[in-house]
């Protein structure tokens, strides 16, 4: 049973992870063929990276996201009983695969992180976010108002009839990157952050800077109370 939940969400945000950060390396990295192609490049780039990963774990409900797993919780689902224990596969499973997501994506552009061109800040952005203007309470709210928006039209779309499926959560990234990921570079999903992070801090990049930690707690906790608190606004107004 288990096994159900931890393979297709490991894939899931495996995949999630290495096309999100595969477009923001194609964006910032010397000699790419997709160098300064800009913000609209990696908000359409990670939106279409939650379109594959979504597909990728259909099984387990495609959560890919512990923001969107805290907020169906939040929301009254019990994810089908034993739900403290079905919580821990989801994110465990999230943050492994976001790991290996990262690493693939190293690896995919090895010589670019190598290239002594290459910008130490540019070689961490790759991996992680970070705030234009550090602000640590503001980033905070950033990333529970981005999280909020995310999680609850979530659970809006699984209780409308539509035909859209994955394009839906697709195009709703692309319109939370565009209108609100200027700030902090939108994380709306822990995983999405600390697991990159963590490859970054481990992995052998020539003239890499420190994985910045100090700012780590924000993309973590944000999008942790910007999904319950969805999950719970979901659940008094009865979109569940």
């Not at 959560?63 to 969107?68: D, E, L, W």
């Not at 089908?80 to 995919?108: D, E, H, P, R």
């Not at 707690?217 to 944000?222: A, C, E, L, M, R």
Request: glycine share 14%; with cysteine.
């Amino acid at each position: 049973m288990f096994v159900d939940i931890f393979v297709p969400e490991l894939f899931g945000t495996a995949v999630l992870l290495l096309l999100g950060g595969g477009v923001v390396a194609n964006a910032l990295l010397p000699r790419t063929g997709g160098n300064g192609g800009g913000p609209l490049m990696i908000h359409f780039g990670w939106g279409l990276a939650v379109f594959a990963g979504v597909f990728v774990a259909y099984k387990s409900g495609a959560h890919i996201n512990p923001a969107v797993t805290l907020g169906l919780i939040a929301s009254g689902d019990d994810l089908g009983g034993n739900t403290v224990v079905k919580a821990l596969v989801y994110i465990s499973a999230q943050l492994i695969g976001a790991f290996i997501g990262a690493c693939l994506m190293w690896t995919a552009y090895k010589k670019h992180f190598d290239d002594p061109d290459a910008a130490a800040d540019d070689k961490l952005g790759t991996f992680s976010t970070a705030p234009a203007i550090e602000a640590p309470p503001w980033n905070l709210v950033t990333e529970v108002l981005g999280t909020f928006v995310l999680v609850f039209v979530i659970i809006a779309f699984g209780n409308t009839p539509n035909e859209l499926g994955p394009l839906a959560v697709a195009l709703l990234v692309v319109g939370i990157g565009a209108s609100l990921g200027g700030p902090t570079g939108y994380a709306i999903n822990p995983a999405r952050d600390l697991g990159p992070r963590l490859a970054h801090q481990v992995l052998p990049i020539p003239g890499k800077r420190d994985s910045n930690w100090r700012y780590a707690w924000v993309p973590i906790v944000g999008p942790s109370i910007g999904g319950v608190l969805a999950g719970l606004t979901a659940l008094a107004l009865n979109y569940v």
